[in-house]
């Protein structure tokens, strides 16, 4: 749920390719493709794994939530976020919350929206996540998320283990027939996964590109040679996973019903 995985060289680097205060692909425009067709104005959203508060800010400042609730895990990384919301002068309808793993908390029916950015990926009981985000949302209200899936249940190939292992983040990938059941036994309806492999299979090969063409000369010089060669790893690794399919990031959406 958090960044407290990554040292300041790591996070320097992911939000030079995605952006800043963002430590996932896509950016602000995948924020934006997650939320597609949903209205948060007059809104209270709650954003699980609010990192360093760029989403939080994103989903006040440009998709127009009336009030949004952060909650990570760690301290560091909620003041940073508390430090981010007040430059951006949303203090007053934004609040960062440091959380406890475990239960949501919040009121029974207290959200309008419930949303995550590649953050869940760290939860491994998700069918007991579906059941509570399902309870803190009001009648109506949705869930709306990204994450990192792999495509069937079951061991990982020795390919995909090895992925894994590069990235040492504590990973506790779910199948979408996982996450469909999850949805389905918390009493969701609408629900609908949107498979996004083609899409990061083609980012990342070109960020593979960045770290081993042109610019890698400046790469190792801002963020450290040894940080580039990792990388270079790490990526070459998850593509492999990503054109087998096997590594498959999905868009997640669900309703509670009125």
Request: proline residues 5%.
């Amino acid at each position: 749920m958090s960044s407290d995985n990554y040292d300041n060289r790591h996070i320097a680097l992911l939000e030079m390719l995605w952006g800043d205060g963002y430590l996932s692909p896509g950016g602000p425009e995948e924020v934006a493709r997650v939320i597609d067709g949903l209205s948060l104005k007059g809104c209270h959203v709650l954003d699980i794994g609010s990192g360093s508060g760029a989403i939080a800010v994103a989903l006040v400042r440009d998709h127009h939530a009336t009030y949004v609730t952060g909650i990570d895990i760690e301290e560091p990384v909620c003041a940073a976020s508390r430090r981010r919301v007040a430059a951006a002068g949303l203090s007053d309808q934004i609040s960062i919350l440091k959380v406890d793993p475990g239960p949501l908390p919040f009121d029974d029916a207290a959200l309008d929206v419930v949303f995550s950015k590649d953050s869940i990926i760290h939860i491994p009981d998700k069918e007991t996540l579906c059941e509570d985000i399902f309870r803190v949302l009001k009648p109506g209200g949705w869930f709306a998320a990204s994450d990192w899936l792999i495509s069937h249940d079951g061991e990982p190939t020795p390919e995909m283990s090895h992925y894994i292992a590069l990235e040492d983040l504590d990973f506790a990938m779910a199948s979408p027939a996982r996450y469909s059941d999850a949805l389905k036994a918390a009493g969701f309806q609408n629900i609908t996964l949107t498979n996004r492999n083609a899409w990061y299979a083609d980012l990342a090969q070109r960020e593979l590109e960045r770290f081993t063409g042109s610019e890698r000369a400046a790469l190792e010089a801002a963020h450290g040679q040894d940080l580039i060669e990792a990388s270079i790893n790490t990526w070459t690794a998850m593509i492999k996973v990503l054109n087998t399919g096997e590594h498959c990031p999905h868009h997640l959406r669900a309703q509670k019903p009125y």
